[in-house]
Protein backbone atom coordinates (compact mmCIF):
# COMPACT_ATOMS: atom_id res chain seq x y z
CA UNK A 1 0.00 0.00 0.00
CA UNK A 2 2.52 2.55 0.99
CA UNK A 3 3.92 1.72 -2.82
CA UNK A 4 1.32 1.93 -4.30
CA UNK A 5 0.38 5.33 -2.80
CA UNK A 6 4.24 6.94 -3.10
CA UNK A 7 4.82 7.07 0.60
CA UNK A 8 7.35 5.55 2.80
CA UNK A 9 4.93 3.72 5.20
CA UNK A 10 1.18 3.05 5.07
CA UNK A 11 0.40 5.17 8.10
CA UNK A 12 1.88 7.98 6.10
CA UNK A 13 -1.09 8.04 3.37
CA UNK A 14 -2.60 11.30 2.90
CA UNK A 15 -5.83 12.83 2.51
CA UNK A 16 -5.93 16.07 2.37
CA UNK A 17 -3.47 18.05 4.56
CA UNK A 18 -3.99 14.53 7.33
CA UNK A 19 -1.95 11.54 7.29
CA UNK A 20 -3.63 8.01 8.31
CA UNK A 21 -2.04 7.80 11.41
CA UNK A 22 -2.95 11.66 12.20
CA UNK A 23 -6.63 10.58 11.70
CA UNK A 24 -6.66 7.84 13.90
CA UNK A 25 -4.33 9.37 16.83
CA UNK A 26 -6.82 12.30 16.54
CA UNK A 27 -9.93 9.87 16.82
CA UNK A 28 -8.23 8.84 19.55
CA UNK A 29 -8.10 11.81 21.69
CA UNK A 30 -11.36 13.24 20.42
CA UNK A 31 -12.68 10.25 22.34
CA UNK A 32 -11.19 11.30 25.50
CA UNK A 33 -7.99 9.35 25.66
CA UNK A 34 -5.33 11.19 26.87
CA UNK A 35 -2.28 8.73 26.61
CA UNK A 36 -1.79 7.65 23.01
CA UNK A 37 1.12 5.25 21.68
CA UNK A 38 2.26 4.32 18.64
CA UNK A 39 3.73 1.22 18.23
CA UNK A 40 5.91 1.17 15.10
CA UNK A 41 9.88 0.87 14.38
CA UNK A 42 9.96 3.22 11.05
CA UNK A 43 12.06 6.72 11.75
CA UNK A 44 9.16 8.73 9.54
CA UNK A 45 6.44 6.90 11.77
CA UNK A 46 7.74 7.65 14.90
CA UNK A 47 8.62 11.15 13.74
CA UNK A 48 4.71 11.95 12.50
CA UNK A 49 3.33 9.96 16.00
CA UNK A 50 5.66 12.92 17.56
CA UNK A 51 4.43 15.92 16.00
CA UNK A 52 0.88 14.55 16.82
CA UNK A 53 1.58 14.17 21.06
CA UNK A 54 1.79 10.31 20.96
CA UNK A 55 4.25 8.35 22.95
CA UNK A 56 6.19 6.07 20.15
CA UNK A 57 6.30 2.80 21.16
CA UNK A 58 9.34 0.36 19.50
CA UNK A 59 6.87 -2.68 17.77
CA UNK A 60 7.44 -6.26 18.14
CA UNK A 61 7.43 -9.15 15.44
CA UNK A 62 3.75 -8.77 15.30
CA UNK A 63 0.69 -7.20 16.57
CA UNK A 64 0.55 -9.46 18.92
CA UNK A 65 3.63 -9.44 20.72
CA UNK A 66 3.17 -5.50 20.38
CA UNK A 67 0.13 -5.30 22.40
CA UNK A 68 1.56 -7.87 24.96
CA UNK A 69 4.51 -5.20 25.22
CA UNK A 70 1.93 -2.35 25.02
CA UNK A 71 -0.18 -4.00 27.94
CA UNK A 72 2.88 -4.38 30.18
CA UNK A 73 4.26 -1.12 29.80
CA UNK A 74 1.38 0.95 29.93
CA UNK A 75 -1.02 -1.41 32.02
CA UNK A 76 -5.22 -1.63 31.79
CA UNK A 77 -7.55 -0.76 30.48
CA UNK A 78 -5.82 -0.28 27.33
CA UNK A 79 -7.43 0.18 23.64
CA UNK A 80 -6.28 -1.52 21.08
CA UNK A 81 -6.68 0.03 17.45
CA UNK A 82 -4.52 0.07 14.10
CA UNK A 83 -2.91 2.86 12.22
CA UNK A 84 -4.85 2.20 9.02
CA UNK A 85 -7.91 3.12 10.17
CA UNK A 86 -8.66 5.59 8.15
CA UNK A 87 -12.09 6.38 9.10
CA UNK A 88 -11.88 5.81 12.78
CA UNK A 89 -14.38 7.80 14.75
CA UNK A 90 -14.45 9.15 18.37
CA UNK A 91 -18.12 8.09 19.22
CA UNK A 92 -17.24 4.77 18.20
CA UNK A 93 -14.81 4.76 20.72
CA UNK A 94 -17.03 6.10 23.63
CA UNK A 95 -20.30 3.90 22.16
CA UNK A 96 -17.70 0.87 22.45
CA UNK A 97 -16.17 1.21 26.04
CA UNK A 98 -19.92 2.64 27.38
CA UNK A 99 -20.95 -1.09 26.41
CA UNK A 100 -18.83 -2.99 27.48
CA UNK A 101 -20.25 -5.09 29.99
CA UNK A 102 -19.05 -5.14 34.19
CA UNK A 103 -16.48 -7.91 34.56
CA UNK A 104 -15.38 -7.95 31.30
CA UNK A 105 -11.17 -9.00 30.68
CA UNK A 106 -11.54 -8.32 26.46
CA UNK A 107 -13.93 -7.03 24.35
CA UNK A 108 -14.30 -6.76 20.48
CA UNK A 109 -15.78 -4.60 18.34
CA UNK A 110 -17.56 -6.07 14.91
CA UNK A 111 -19.95 -5.00 12.54
CA UNK A 112 -22.53 -7.13 10.82
CA UNK A 113 -22.33 -7.25 6.97
CA UNK A 114 -25.65 -5.93 6.76
CA UNK A 115 -24.52 -2.68 7.76
CA UNK A 116 -21.08 -3.45 5.90
CA UNK A 117 -22.92 -3.24 2.76
CA UNK A 118 -25.28 -0.50 3.59
CA UNK A 119 -22.33 2.31 4.77
CA UNK A 120 -19.58 0.88 2.20
CA UNK A 121 -21.31 -0.69 -0.81
CA UNK A 122 -18.55 -2.93 -2.64
CA UNK A 123 -15.88 -2.66 -0.11
CA UNK A 124 -14.64 -6.15 0.27
CA UNK A 125 -13.94 -7.15 3.47
CA UNK A 126 -13.51 -10.87 5.51
CA UNK A 127 -16.12 -11.90 6.93
CA UNK A 128 -16.38 -14.65 9.70
CA UNK A 129 -19.90 -16.73 9.24
CA UNK A 130 -21.69 -17.72 12.12
CA UNK A 131 -24.70 -19.21 12.85
CA UNK A 132 -26.02 -15.28 13.81
CA UNK A 133 -25.01 -13.77 10.53
CA UNK A 134 -21.72 -12.88 9.22
CA UNK A 135 -19.44 -10.58 10.82
CA UNK A 136 -16.17 -8.43 10.08
CA UNK A 137 -14.05 -6.73 12.43
CA UNK A 138 -13.59 -2.88 13.44
CA UNK A 139 -10.05 -2.93 14.65
CA UNK A 140 -10.92 -1.84 17.89
CA UNK A 141 -10.18 -3.55 20.96
CA UNK A 142 -10.55 -3.50 24.93
CA UNK A 143 -7.81 -4.92 27.60
CA UNK A 144 -10.11 -3.71 30.23
CA UNK A 145 -8.06 -6.02 32.89
CA UNK A 146 -4.44 -7.10 33.35
CA UNK A 147 -6.16 -10.42 32.81
CA UNK A 148 -5.96 -9.26 28.89
CA UNK A 149 -2.68 -10.29 29.04
CA UNK A 150 -3.31 -14.37 28.98
CA UNK A 151 -6.15 -13.39 25.87
CA UNK A 152 -2.80 -11.97 24.00
CA UNK A 153 -1.00 -14.70 24.77
CA UNK A 154 -3.54 -17.10 23.08
CA UNK A 155 -3.64 -14.88 20.12
CA UNK A 156 0.40 -14.71 20.17
CA UNK A 157 0.13 -18.87 20.55
CA UNK A 158 -2.47 -18.61 17.21
CA UNK A 159 0.17 -16.18 15.27
CA UNK A 160 2.87 -18.98 16.22
CA UNK A 161 0.86 -21.65 14.71
CA UNK A 162 -0.17 -20.19 11.94
CA UNK A 163 1.59 -22.54 9.35
CA UNK A 164 0.77 -25.13 11.30
CA UNK A 165 -3.20 -25.38 11.41
CA UNK A 166 -3.29 -28.46 13.50
CA UNK A 167 -1.73 -26.96 16.38
CA UNK A 168 -4.40 -23.83 15.99
CA UNK A 169 -7.08 -26.46 16.14
CA UNK A 170 -5.61 -28.39 19.54
CA UNK A 171 -5.64 -25.19 20.94
CA UNK A 172 -8.68 -23.60 19.86
CA UNK A 173 -10.95 -27.19 20.67
CA UNK A 174 -11.73 -29.83 17.30
CA UNK A 175 -15.71 -29.26 18.84
CA UNK A 176 -15.69 -25.79 18.55
CA UNK A 177 -14.08 -25.54 15.16
CA UNK A 178 -16.12 -27.89 13.61
CA UNK A 179 -19.62 -25.89 15.28
CA UNK A 180 -18.38 -23.46 13.61
CA UNK A 181 -17.43 -24.87 10.07
CA UNK A 182 -21.29 -26.10 10.04
CA UNK A 183 -22.27 -22.61 11.07
CA UNK A 184 -23.79 -24.15 14.57
CA UNK A 185 -22.06 -21.69 16.43
CA UNK A 186 -23.24 -17.94 17.28
CA UNK A 187 -20.41 -15.04 17.51
CA UNK A 188 -21.42 -14.59 21.11
CA UNK A 189 -20.96 -18.51 21.63
CA UNK A 190 -17.35 -18.32 20.02
CA UNK A 191 -16.54 -15.38 21.56
CA UNK A 192 -17.34 -16.54 25.29
CA UNK A 193 -15.54 -19.88 24.36
CA UNK A 194 -12.37 -18.54 23.27
CA UNK A 195 -12.31 -16.26 26.22
CA UNK A 196 -12.65 -18.86 28.15
CA UNK A 197 -9.88 -20.98 26.48
CA UNK A 198 -8.00 -18.09 27.57
CA UNK A 199 -8.58 -17.78 31.19
CA UNK A 200 -10.82 -14.62 30.84
CA UNK A 201 -14.09 -12.77 30.54
CA UNK A 202 -14.32 -12.19 27.01
CA UNK A 203 -16.83 -10.09 25.37
CA UNK A 204 -17.86 -8.87 21.79
CA UNK A 205 -20.29 -5.66 20.87
CA UNK A 206 -21.79 -4.84 17.82
CA UNK A 207 -21.13 -1.76 16.19
CA UNK A 208 -24.16 -0.61 14.18
CA UNK A 209 -22.39 1.88 11.77
CA UNK A 210 -20.95 -0.57 8.98
CA UNK A 211 -17.78 2.06 8.59
CA UNK A 212 -15.98 0.59 11.48
CA UNK A 213 -15.29 -1.93 9.39
CA UNK A 214 -13.35 -0.32 6.91
CA UNK A 215 -9.88 0.18 6.86
CA UNK A 216 -6.92 0.63 4.24
CA UNK A 217 -5.45 -2.93 3.31
CA UNK A 218 -5.68 -2.82 -0.75
CA UNK A 219 -6.17 0.13 -3.22
CA UNK A 220 -10.05 0.07 -3.72
CA UNK A 221 -10.31 0.45 0.47
CA UNK A 222 -8.22 3.62 -0.57
CA UNK A 223 -10.17 4.70 -3.23
CA UNK A 224 -13.55 4.18 -1.12
CA UNK A 225 -11.90 5.97 1.83
CA UNK A 226 -10.46 9.17 -0.59
CA UNK A 227 -14.15 9.11 -1.99
CA UNK A 228 -15.85 9.03 0.75
CA UNK A 229 -13.96 11.83 2.48
CA UNK A 230 -14.38 13.66 -0.54
CA UNK A 231 -18.07 13.63 -0.56
CA UNK A 232 -17.70 14.67 3.14
CA UNK A 233 -15.94 17.83 2.78
CA UNK A 234 -18.46 18.59 0.02
CA UNK A 235 -21.28 18.41 2.51
CA UNK A 236 -23.16 15.49 1.06
CA UNK A 237 -22.19 12.24 2.94
CA UNK A 238 -21.34 11.93 6.46
CA UNK A 239 -18.08 14.05 8.58
CA UNK A 240 -16.31 12.36 11.09
CA UNK A 241 -16.68 14.01 13.83
CA UNK A 242 -13.17 14.03 14.54
CA UNK A 243 -12.68 16.42 11.90
CA UNK A 244 -16.03 18.36 12.54
Known amino acids: MAVHAGVSDKALIAFGEETMLERVIMALRAAGIGHVSVAANSPAVL ?15 GPSA ?12 LIVT ?7 NSEWIRDFVARVPDGADVAVLLARREAIEVAAPGSRRTYLRFADGDWSGCNLFLL ?30 VRLLLRYLTRRLTLVE ?9 GVSATVVECADGLAAVDVD ?15 DDGTARLDDVNA
Open 47 to 61: AEAERHGAMPFPAAA
Open 66 to 77: STANALEELGAP
Open 82 to 88: TGDHALL
Open 144 to 173: ATPRAIDAVRLWQAVERDRKQPWRIVRRLG
Open 190 to 198: AITALGQRA
Open 218 to 232: KPSDLNFVRAFLGRA
